[in-house]
């Protein structure tokens, strides 16, 4: 059946009435571009786990398990997409595991990502505060084959007397106090530098960053020596770009030098059915034993969600604390409108 329907994804039971289940795994690992393989069922020791995924399981669930359990672990293994007659799955790339969200946008979002990331284009990441533009940048980073580091600019943060500093670097005694250090670009060099909040950069900085970019090359303030840069930006914004640029906010040219590639994040409330996986993954990462209630949960799904995920993180990180190592019950659940 498998060797003929080409499925994307088999669950095998690891009791079978005409072979057994190493057999049939060795089978099915036989073609070409073999799917992914759960074995569910009880095991008489841990080395039957040990031995299916020697054999190419890629997750063992015992039995009894629930189906969130099995969720998970369709969602972590299923296929998204062939390659070249290979198959790529988003379990195989541990740098989306901060993306937590299999609704058909985050799915679109991560296919994105792959593809971007290699690419040396510049990306930018547009989308409200709080849904997670800052885990995109970094995993585009680290998907890619850039050697250098990773670094970050928060563009609305940075003091006008320090802009210049801090993006070429300075060499001693270029000013009073003066310390010969790196800039942005020159620390980000073979890299990938995140301009977070790139709409809210003054008209001045501005018109640096487009320099610098035009160059492809830096002079620390006070030196002497041109520092050619290989430099991926990734940019961040949480505002309407093409408004800011017919306002006067926001040069068109650094723009289009900036958006080669693009990326539209929605809110979470346009994506509620990942609700359920992000709580989850809150719950996981708490240090609470705590469980969801279903009418605990309706409630959040009901909730509009302005902050986004990092209020959805906030809400469930109290719910914990208030509810100890209980259920967590609607009374727990205290959203932006109630506090």
Not at 80 to 95: A, F
């Amino acid at each position: 059946m498998v060797l003929q329907r080409s499925p994307d994804l088999v669950i095998l039971n690891n009791k079978l009435p005409d072979m057994n289940v190493f057999e049939a795994l060795q089978r099915i690992n036989s073609v070409f571009a073999p799917p992914p393989v759960i074995i569910m069922g009880k095991c008489k020791s841990p080395h039957d786990i040990v031995k299916a995924v020697q054999y190419g399981a890629v997750d063992f669930l015992l039995k009894p398990f629930n189906l969130y359990e099995l969720k998970e672990s369709i969602l972590r293994t299923a296929p998204i997409k062939k390659i070249t007659g290979d198959y790529v799955r988003y379990e195989k790339y541990k740098e989306l595991d901060a993306l937590v969200g299999e609704s058909e946008k985050m799915r679109e979002i991560k296919d994105e990502i792959l593809s971007f990331a290699l690419s040396d284009a510049a990306v930018l990441i547009s989308g409200e505060t709080g849904t997670g533009k800052d885990l995109i940048a970094r995993a585009i980073h680290q998907l890619s084959k850039r050697t250098g580091p990773y670094q970050i600019m928060p563009a609305g943060a940075i003091p006008f007397t320090l802009l210049e500093s801090l993006l070429y670097g300075t060499e001693k005694g270029a000013f009073t106090d003066a310390v010969s250090q790196a800039g942005y670009f020159e620390k980000s060099n073979q890299g990938t530098l995140f301009i977070d909040e790139i709409g809210e950069m003054s008209t001045f900085a501005q018109v640096k960053l487009l320099r610098i970019l035009e160059d492809e090359e830096i002079t620390r303030i006070g030196g002497k020596q041109t520092i050619p840069i290989d430099v991926r930006i990734v940019s961040a914004t949480n505002i309407d770009m093409h408004s800011a640029i017919q306002e006067k906010n926001f040069r068109d040219d650094l723009y289009y030098r900036i958006s080669t590639l693009s990326i539209s994040v929605p809110p979470l409330r346009e994506r509620r059915d990942d609700i359920p996986l992000l709580v989850q993954h809150f719950l996981r990462r708490g240090h609470y034993a705590s469980s969801l209630s279903k009418s605990a949960l309706s409630k959040l799904m009901e909730y509009s969600w302005p902050g986004n995920i990092r209020e959805l993180k906030n809400v469930i990180h109290r719910a914990m604390v208030l509810s100890g190592n209980k259920q967590i019950e609607p009374v727990s659940i205290i959203t932006g409108k109630h506090r």
